[in-house]
């Protein structure tokens, strides 16, 4: 009669890595877990009018994740991360005016783009009386693209396991090749690198709720700019903060728990931004969980944002019509499906994500017609053994 | 700056908590449960945290490593 | 925030730190008595005075502790093989509500005693630090291992002990 034990303890060793300071999570995972989830995204099409002489049909994208945590001899833990993602579609090449001086967009050449990207990383962590220490190392490559970085940290308990500090370091080396890059006078190969630190106190309040805090900083150098666009110039150096608290409470009467997480960010590009996400983790019976989530976005634009491109304006000076770097708001809004069937559970989630110039909370000087909205789904399965 | 002595702040109330309840090791059962992990679906939460990098100009505040991708 | 009251509010935070634990049971003390009900309803109370002259093994234990539910069936298997030489083995379950223990002991059983103490106040009183922690008393009624977590190996570990003690260590 497995089953009890089985559930139990999945659920108990796939939260041990995870969970703030509590007696527990100086223990390695007591199982090996095993996880695998496939996802599909699609951006919406643009419209006629955002986009009048070119493809509308934006990016579709199949993402394959894998895990593996399993206890290797008596303090540690391996955790091995791997995902394979296809694309396909286009992305926004140059923006130009109408007639009318509106913006309007043109999506990358007739035949789109089609890209893979693989990731895999490893990583380790040791247990002892009072603390952690993690370590990963990691490699993505794509037809473009290629990133190498490693991570460690450490955690330490402290007031009887009330309080948890965690001190990260990583670091990443990207080189990036365009594709068609002498055909289209694209860069030929350029790279950057990116380095960041953490800081984080986790704190058990009392029975049913913990609260964290987490500060980030991250300096970027190298090539920052988007190879693929007509007209793009950034710095060189890009520095980015950000600090993010999350807030867990568990409802007995319910039997649910509740999730909040609000993030501020800043970078040297002029960017502000505020993130704040809700998520409901309801039980339904022993083995089926529904987790209603939504999700707020707001940012604000990039000091050297423009949202029609001036062939004018000299590459030394910076430019990008990047949707990704104007000012918008977005709302997600998602929903996941858990089901325990005791060694394996199983795991569906449909989110929709919708972003809007209208929905920032900064000023907005200058719209992007490129903004995305987008449809998720997920289906993932986990086993222990 | 003004931010940063907030968040100075803010982590020694939060330590200053700790004077307050202590929960034992034997009181941890609701903390222990699945859904009141920080990241109850690691691979949801590297997910997101990759779609809303290729989306959005922000990134970070968490621990979860990454590599980069050239998403355009 | 004045300097003053920054200083102040440090001094505060580091004594909080500093003198947090109190009183825990260690290796040489003798094992404090206590009486807890069984968890199972019908059944017995339990007393560790009443075991004086047996080799008592005590483990603190919940539903919702993973590496607990990994070392209970190892734990039977031991007992099974050493109650004959005088080993009592004793699981304390500290879920609240008792519902949840009940469960767990419905797909898993044990044939050991099986006391349940929902409000945790026999590992206040043993100073209990981690979970699971559990204690081996000699013959005598003193402490001569007290052992926090339970890992891969660990139960070999305990098996020797147990053996040492039994006979007469």
């Not at chain 1, 001086?101 to 009072?130: F, T």
């Not at chain 1, 913990?210 to 890009?238: A, C, H, M, W």
């Not at chain 2, 989306?55 to 979860?64: M, P, V």
């Not at chain 3, 879920?95 to 419905?106: A, K, Q, R, S, V």
Request: proline letters at 4%; aromatic letters at 12%; a negative charge.
């Amino acid at each position: 009669m497995k089953k009890y034990r089985s559930r139990s303890l999945i659920a108990l060793s796939t939260s041990a890595l995870a969970l703030p300071g509590i007696a527990l999570s100086d223990s390695p995972p007591v199982e090996t877990t095993l996880a695998y989830k496939f996802s599909n995204y699609k951006e919406d099409d643009l419209s006629r009018s955002e986009a009048p002489f070119s493809d509308l049909e934006r990016y579709d994208i199949d993402v394959h994740q894998f895990q593996l945590l399993s206890p290797v001899g008596r303090n540690m833990a391996l955790q091995v991360y791997a995902s394979h993602e296809t694309l396909t579609g286009a992305s926004p090449w140059f923006t130009s005016s109408d007639t009318n001086g509106n913006p309007i967009v043109s999506l990358s050449g007739a035949s789109g783009i089609s890209d893979k990207r693989s990731e895999l990383s490893v990583g380790g962590r040791y247990y002892m009386q009072n603390g952690t220490i993690g370590a990963n190392v990691g490699y993505s490559e794509e037809d473009d693209y290629k990133a190498t970085y490693f991570g460690i940290d450490g955690v330490r308990n402290f007031n009887n396991d009330m309080t948890t500090v965690t001190i990260g370091f990583s670091f990443s080396s990207d080189d990036i090749f365009p594709t068609d890059a002498l055909l289209f006078n694209r860069v030929i190969s350029k790279d950057k690198r990116s380095a960041s630190l953490a800081f984080s106190v986790s704190q058990v309040i009392n029975q049913i709720s913990t609260i964290q805090s987490t500060v980030s900083i991250t300096e970027l150098t190298g090539f920052l700019s988007d190879p693929y666009k007509l007209r793009d110039s950034r710095p060189e150096n890009k520095t980015q903060v950000a600090w993010a608290t999350s807030y867990r409470r568990f409802f007995d009467s319910a039997n649910a728990a509740l999730h909040i997480n609000y993030r501020l960010y800043h970078d040297d590009f002029g960017i502000d931004s505020q993130t704040l996400e809700f998520a409901w983790h309801q039980n339904l019976n022993s083995s089926w969980q529904l987790v209603p989530s939504v999700r707020y976005y707001s940012q604000s634009a990039a000091d050297f944002f423009i949202n029609i491109d001036d062939f004018l304006n000299p590459l030394t000076n910076f430019q990008s019509s990047d949707y990704r770097l104007s000012a918008f708001g977005a709302f997600s809004g998602g929903l996941s499906v858990i089901q325990d069937f005791g060694e394996w559970s199983a795991n569906f989630t449909a989110e929709r994500y919708v972003s809007d110039e209208k929905y920032s909370t900064y000023a907005v000087a200058q719209p992007s017609t490129a903004l995305t909205r987008y449809f998720r789904i997920s289906l993932g399965i986990e086993f222990a053994f | 700056m003004h931010k940063l002595h907030l968040f100075v702040f803010f982590l020694i109330s939060v330590c200053m908590l700790s004077a307050c309840t202590q929960v034992r090791s034997w009181e941890r059962g609701y903390l222990a449960k699945k859904e009141m992990a920080w990241d109850p679906d690691s691979l949801e939460g590297a997910l997101n945290d990759h779609i809303f990098f290729s989306k959005e100009a922000s990134s970070g505040g968490n621990s979860t490593a990454g590599g980069g991708c050239g998403c355009n | 925030m004045s300097k003053l009251s920054k200083i102040q509010t440090f001094l505060v935070l580091f004594a909080s730190i500093a003198f947090h634990s109190a009183f825990a049971v260690e290796e040489g003390d003798a094992a404090p008595d206590f009486t807890l009900p069984s968890i199972q309803e019908g059944q017995a109370d339990f007393t560790l005075s009443a075991m004086k002259g047996k080799t008592v093994y005590i483990d603190f234990w919940a539903s919702w502790c993973a590496p607990c539910l990994k070392s209970l069936p190892l734990y039977n298997e031991l007992y099974h093989k050493y109650k004959d030489q005088g080993l009592e083995m004793v699981a304390i379950s500290v879920d609240n509500p008792i519902e949840d223990g009940l469960d767990f002991l419905l797909d898993t059983p044990l044939d050991f005693i099986l006391p349940a103490d929902p409000e945790g106040d026999i590992p206040e009183l043993y100073g209990v630090f981690g979970m699971p922690t559990s204690y081996l008393i000699g013959p005598d009624g003193t402490v001569r291992m007290v052992h926090i977590g339970f890992r891969d190996g660990d139960i070999e570990m305990v098996e020797e002990a147990i053996k040492s003690v039994l006979s007469g260590g």
